[in-house]
């Protein structure tokens, strides 16, 4: 790796590790110290390498700096305390031993610990997600505003809200109780998976972030894995609905940003390594009776890494997005099963369910109409791709689109 690629590097992989367990020392109410020190020890990378060279061990140095300046602030701190009690009692300041623990088991530790905090029922949803990204994910504000498709002025407004709102509830940074963990397990699991749909259905032009966002919620998933109280056979079903998704990342679109729909998907570009997990995965999340979203979404990621068109996969599909519909409806679900009647029954039949959806508020709900129509009333489909196209946020879409038109003719 380049001497100039290197700093940039290891802010994405360490600059959180050092946040976390920071954090975890100093207390919720102090995570933009937290994030300060950090911030301020990859200042002092900047300022020095260039000029006396990268250290022998890049990483080691940053840990040690880390924990110099953790500890001049917690002095800082506790003498100026110390003295004001001193004064008033007319006894010595005390100068405390700090010992800060940046050994892998205590980063994934507070790392995990910090995910349970930060996914608090206090705070949004929203909030959730753009706190795991900056503290968990060590995301800048621009690109965490990038990723969610909003301002820069927005999420600040939005990460200082939600750590104030740690900072009254006084929130500790510590695993919730047995009878606790479960409850807040789901809004874990909610934060994770939504992270990674950001990435994998984003509608930013960066496919590098896109790719980010959905390794980092895979990472996250797996921290989960790594204690006895959280592996859970659902956390084992959403790492392999993600590892199934992620297998398919780079056939889903062209160089020029433009959607591949599945049918016309390159499989030898498909990650073997990646579907190969996820069926591991899968299989060990069939331990106890629960079922959740995550093992339905898992089945059918698993059904699309076949690629053989036969009457038996879309048929398992379309069982499983009815189970999944009757346990907790969303659009994309509603859509995607459409599509999946249409190869199990026939266009007809999936034109009267899709009908009956009236989303007209997805342009992807009018090309999923105009690839139905298309072939046997091809007027039709070409005015829905046209409300399509005038309701398309991105290039690419638009592009897919315009080319489905110029097809019909």
Known sequence: MENEDLIPHLFRTEFRKITAVLCKLFGIAHLEIAEDVAGETFLAALETWPYKGVPEQPVAWLYAVAKNKAKN??????????????????????????????????????????????????????????????????????????????????????????????????????????????????????????????????????????????????????????????????????????????????????????LILYQDQDEARWDQELITKGAYYLNLSAQGTEITKYHLEAAIAYWHTVKEDTQEKWENILQLFNQLLQLEYSPVAALNRTFALSKANGKAAAITEAEKLQLTDNHFYFMLLGELYAGTHDEKAQGYLRMALAMARTAGDRLFIQKKLEGLG
Not at 94 to 111: A, F, G, H, K, R
Not at 138 to 158: Q, V
Not at 236 to 243: D, K
């Open 73 to 258: 602030q917690i002095t800082r701190n506790v003498v100026f305390a110390g003295k004001v009690t001193a004064a008033i009692k007319s006894g010595p300041a005390i100068e405390p031993e700090v010992d800060i623990d940046l050994s892998e088991q205590n980063i994934t530790d507070s790392q995990l610990k910090m995910l349970f905090a930060i996914c608090h029922p206090a705070i949004s949803m929203e909030a959730q997600i753009g706190l795991a990204l900056r503290v968990l994910c060590g995301f800048g504000i621009d690109e965490i505003a990038s990723a969610l498709l909003t301002g820069r002025e927005t999420i600040n407004k939005r990460l200082h809200r939600a750590k104030e709102k740690l900072r009254q509830e006084k929130i500790s940074i510590e695993f919730p109780g047995k009878k606790e963990i479960n409850k807040r397990m789901d809004a874990v699991l909610t934060t994770l998976y939504l992270l990674f749909s950001e990435g994998y259905y984003s509608e930013s032009n960066d496919v590098i972030l896109r790719e980010d966002l959905c390794h980092e919620a895979m990472r996250l998933t797996c921290l989960l894995l790594e204690n006895v109280d959280t592996t859970q056979p659902k956390v084992y079903a959403l790492l392999s609905l993600m590892c199934f998704h992620a297998s398919r990342f780079a056939s889903r679109k062209n160089e020029q940003g433009e």
